[in-house]
């Protein structure tokens, strides 16, 4: 049995599941993909699942597991998962679980000088009646959206097979695939787009712990213009500080 099942293999999800493990608090971990599994630290009460769970998976793993608080710290575009979680929790009906969801710390840089789209689609239309190279930073999960522009794009993902697998069957050459595990440092993101040569970058707004604002501060010193990918939704929830503080206080008898 497990008390408490994190959602996310983001920065936000490892930071929790860690101070989790810390707390002696028996918790389940779920991540999307291997790579999300490889990149974790050693846990003693934390366990690990690495697949992808739709609404009655995860309704069936909150009670056969006794869960008593589930915490969705998934990526804020992950937007599947997230709906899932929610109509797990209404088809169990069960007003004994603590639920939590965790917003990305507000960012400080000016979103001024940046060209907003609401989808993938949007920006691939603007990007077409364009020239030059492309940074798109918005992972591979989606980047079969931007196979009409693959000879100009440089798409940095993760360095995993299902990833680099993603770019090529979207016809994005070899060459052009950048894997690299982030976030990046503004300096290594000015590196990047003037060893490419790149015009614009593309990237979704991911928040501070997604590097986002070393993205923007990269296009500035660079002259490369920011193409930003928005939301469909706004993002609501708690901090990384005060679930923990909440966990604490829920879990302070335990260990």
């Known amino acids: 049995m497990s008390d408490v099942l994190i959602f996310g293999g983001t920065t936000e999800g490892r930071e929790i599941a860690t101070y989790c493990d ?18 974790l630290p050693e846990f003693k009460t934390v366990k690990v699942s690495n697949k992808r769970l739709g609404t009655e998976e995860i309704a069936k793993l909150i009670k056969e597991n006794n869960i008593s608080c589930v915490i969705d710290s998934t990526h804020p575009y992950a937007y599947d998962i997230s709906k899932n979680i929610e109509s797990a929790l209404k088809l169990l009906e069960k007003d004994d679980i603590t639920f939590f969801k965790i917003k990305r710390e507000s960012m400080d840089v000016s979103l001024e000088d940046v060209l907003e789209f ?27 959206a931007f196979s009409e522009l693959s000879n100009r794009i440089f798409p940095r993902v993760l360095p995993s097979i299902d990833s680099i697998n993603a770019c090529i069957s979207a016809g994005v050459p070899s060459k052009n695939i950048i894997a690299m595990q982030g976030p990046f440092s503004m300096a290594l993101n000015e590196a990047i787009i003037k060893e490419f040569d790149c015009k614009y970058l593309v990237s979704k707004l991911s928040g501070r712990s997604g590097g986002f604002e070393e993205k923007i501060e990269a296009t500035k010193n660079t002259g490369c213009i920011p193409v930003i990918i928005m939301p469909k939704t706004e993002i609501t929830g708690i901090s990384v500080d005060d679930c923990k503080f909440n966990l604490k206080n829920i879990y302070s008898k335990q260990g």
């Open 22 to 39: 810390k707390l002696k608090i028996d918790t389940i971990l779920c991540v999307a993909t291997d790579y999300g599994k490889e990149v």
């Open 118 to 144: 609401s989808s993938n689609f949007d920006a691939v239309n603007y990007l077409l009646n364009t020239e030059g190279n492309i940074l798109l930073t918005t992972g591979s999960k989606e980047i079969s």
